[in-house]
């Protein structure tokens, strides 16, 4: 009779703690999540699983440690024919944030569209120009650029199966993007694809060329469909090279092909399916037990985005501005590492797949940003990656109006020569007397700014003193001739990686432009990059009124330092412009330094021995008395003079000055500069903050070899 009585007070119990939750969780505040795909798309399902999941552990916790509930808002986009209106249903449902579209093309003619949501969007379009077009900030792609899948898949075909004889075949128009980078990434390894083959009718034609080339391998960019026809044409002549095509996951593809003839052909990947680590395997198992079917990169990609998301949301301020703040999140493509890498990027893992003897993709190598990670750690580099810069070099402004006139001079008297938008960044070269104006590089003329639009971050003061162009001529205003013939500018240009790892392959992406009113012809991209005058060039077979493009300058420097270089468009003047040549260059900056093992903060009371790599093995010691620094072990000492913190290299720490084992506290002050070879034999950095007593207060960096 008890036991009977204990029993019904038990369920009486459990349904009154779970209506009590049911509540709760009605009370419980929402953030509503935009999907753009089909409901039941790779986007939305791989936003449901992680919402999902996220929501069974209580949900997001905000900044102010408030609970909420993650909810999906899903819209088809009908590959971009009812965009306007999905983005219009989101904008009524208060989205924090829009994920999708895929595909590349929706995402680029759909741009200006899905800026108007004026919230993140988070897409797994790999179009190389994606994220360059993009004027808002808003928009962030989850998946690695096209140009490092294809440097990865050159990377391994040649560094790690050592093929030189390699053809590339190019199956339509939409994947020239594709070929281009992969010869312009191969080129940088030191071979260049021969033959370079465009598909013109006869696939027959083609495998006969492939094979009197004696290709070592044949990698295929283009149609699924023509892909398969002429991989089995190849094997059916007999050919024993090997087969690389960025598709195989296409049912088109892998349904055209016999069975027997699958294994061994290579591809690339944002996130194979059949890679081991624990994030990946537990994604896969959950995804298979929830849908009933196996999850593709898209899938992983999105997942990941939610889980990003949810960091973002937890801390202070506004979403927009906290995603490009995140930094090493553990994700099943690896680690995601927005404020390590280029504006609006999240992740740059790419995987080597080659189909085994049952079909299944087996991951061969994987890579983040170029660099080969290691077999047994598929989720960290075997290079470490460079941790976030924690402020930009040198001065930086930072538009605040939503259009800005860039000026020929310092007032409103000079031409406009272009406009920047909000959000828009740039360097600062100079700056009037009393630093009302700043001078930048703005398409290669110096563009003048008021510094009341601006932001400012840095010191003006240490900016070159520029003066003033002559005044224009009082009550002329100068009428613009438009250009007759074309008009080759370039726009912008964005380096990945950066900073570029010395004696590793980067890749420069020049977003070039016709400006003109007639089309161009072809041209050239170049430029001899210092400070090993490496020249790499690309041709463009030619650029329509308005059209934009994209070209991938490659190559490899081994000094380190902060560097500008020329690029050049039309170089050998191939196209006539009517405005001149003059309006074709454009100066680029950028940084070559060694990746960081540390940084960071710290105090050291007299006495107290310090090591910059944090292993256990101590580099310095802070002398009992407060009145020299002494070098332990191995490790040397000096200093370097007429540096930053900021502007210190990896070469400026050089065995030639660093070479002493004892700093007296009298030859040190607030700035000073410390290079340091560690006991380790790694090079290093401590800047002197402050001497308080017997304190020293130092901020340091060490790099790796």
């Given amino acids: 009779m008890k036991r009977e009585y204990f029993r019904k007070l038990m369920i009486f119990a459990s349904f009154f703690l779970l209506v009590s939750l049911q509540i709760v969780a009605a009370q419980q505040p929402v953030f509503r999540i935009g999907v753009l795909d089909n409901e039941r798309g790779p986007i939305s399902n791989g936003a449901r699983l992680a919402v999902q999941e996220i929501n069974a552990t209580g949900g997001v916790r905000g900044a102010d440690g408030t609970q909420f509930q993650l909810e999906l808002i899903i819209q088809p986009t009908n590959f971009g024919i009812s965009l306007d209106a999905a983005i219009t249903n989101l904008q009524q449902a208060n989205v924090i944030a ?11 003619n759909g741009l200006p569209i899905l800026q108007s949501l004026n919230a993140p969007i988070l897409t797994p379009s790999t ?35 050592g093929l030189r004889n390699v053809a590339t075949v190019q199956l339509d128009i939409d994947s020239t993007d594709s070929v281009i980078g992969f010869t312009n990434s191969a080129s940088s390894f030191g071979v260049t694809p021969q033959p370079g083959l465009i598909f013109q009718n006869d696939l027959a034609d083609l495998a006969t060329r492939i094979i009197q080339a004696n290709s070592d391998v044949a990698v295929t960019f283009g149609s699924p469909a023509l892909a398969s026809t002429l991989y089995t044409t190849l094997r059916e002549a007999g050919w024993q090279g090997i087969f690389a095509y960025d598709q195989i996951d296409d049912e088109n ?22 890679a081991v680590d624990e994030a990946s395997d537990r994604f896969l198992g959950n995804f298979i037990r929830a849908f009933g079917t196996v999850p593709g990169p898209v899938e992983a990609a999105t997942y990941d985005s939610v889980y990003v998301l949810a960091q973002a949301i937890g801390r202070p301020g506004e979403l927009i501005t906290n995603l490009p703040q995140l930094d090493n999140i553990s994700g099943v493509q690896g680690l995601l590492r927005p404020a390590q890498l280029s504006r ?80 828009d960044q740039a360097r600062v070269i100079g700056a009037n007397a009393d630093n009302t104006w700043v001078v930048i590089d703005f398409r290669g003329r110096q563009g003048w700014l008021a510094t009341y639009l601006l932001e400012v971050f840095g010191d003006l003061n240490t900016v070159a003193l520029i003066n003033p162009p002559p005044s224009p001529t009082p ?51 170049a430029a001899t990059f210092p400070p090993n005058s490496v020249y790499s060039a690309i041709l463009i077979p030619g650029l329509g009124v308005g059209q934009t493009t994209v070209a991938n300058l490659t ?72 009145q020299q620094l002494d070098a332990l072990g191995s490790a040397q000492l000096g200093i370097i003079s007429n540096v930053s913190l900021e502007n210190v290299h990896w070469d400026l720490i050089n065995p030639s000055i660093v070479n002493q084992v004892t700093i007296q506290r009298t030859q040190m002050g607030a700035g000073t500069i410390i290079g340091v070879i560690t006991a380790d034999g790694n090079r290093g950095v401590i800047r002197i903050d402050d001497l308080p007593g017997n304190q020293m207060r130092l901020t340091f960096k060490v790099y790796q070899n």
Avoid: M
Avoid at 132 to 150: P, V
Avoid at 253 to 274: C, D, H, K, M, Y
């Fill in 98 to 108: 829009a994920l999708g579209p895929e595909a590349n093309a929706e995402v680029l």
């Fill in 127 to 161: 179009n190389d120009t994606v994220i360059r077009l993009d004027t808002s900030g808003r928009i962030f792609r989850t998946r690695a650029a096209q140009i490092l899948q294809e440097q990865a898949l050159a990377s391994y075909i040649i560094n790690e199966l």
């Fill in 253 to 274: 593809f892998r349904n055209a092909v016999p069975f027997e003839q699958l294994s061994g052909i290579l591809s690339v990947t944002t996130w194979p399916f059949t």
């Fill in 344 to 423: 609006g990027e999240i992740s740059n893992n790419v995987a080597i797949v080659q189909i085994g003897g049952l079909g299944a993709p087996r991951v061969v190598a994987r890579y983040a940003g170029g660099v080969r990670l290691p077999d047994d750690q598929p989720g960290t580099a075997s290079t470490p990656l460079p941790p976030p810069t924690l402020t930009p070099d040198g001065v930086v402004i930072t538009i605040l109006n939503e259009r800005q006139n860039v000026r020929s001079g310092p007032s409103l008297t000079y031409d406009v020569l272009g406009q920047l938008a909000k959000g």
């Fill in 475 to 525: 009550g002329v205003t100068a009428t613009p001739i438009p250009p007759q013939e074309a008009d080759i500018v370039i726009d912008s240009a964005v380096v990945v990686p950066s900073p570029i790892i010395p004696n590793q392959p980067f890749n420069v992406s020049v977003v070039v432009r016709n400006a003109g009113n007639s089309n161009a012809g072809q041209f050239a991209v």
């Fill in 555 to 626: 190559a490899t420097l081994s000094n380190t330092g902060f560097y500008t270089v020329a690029l050049v468009a039309d170089l050998n003047g191939e196209v006539a412009e009517g405005v001149g040549e003059g309006n074709n260059i454009f100066n680029f900056s950028y940084t070559v330094d060694k990746p960081l093992l540390n940084q960071g903060n710290r105090t050291l009371n007299a006495g107290e021995n310090f090591d910059l790599e944090g292993n256990n093995q101590a580099d310095v010691n802070w002398n009992v008395n407060g």
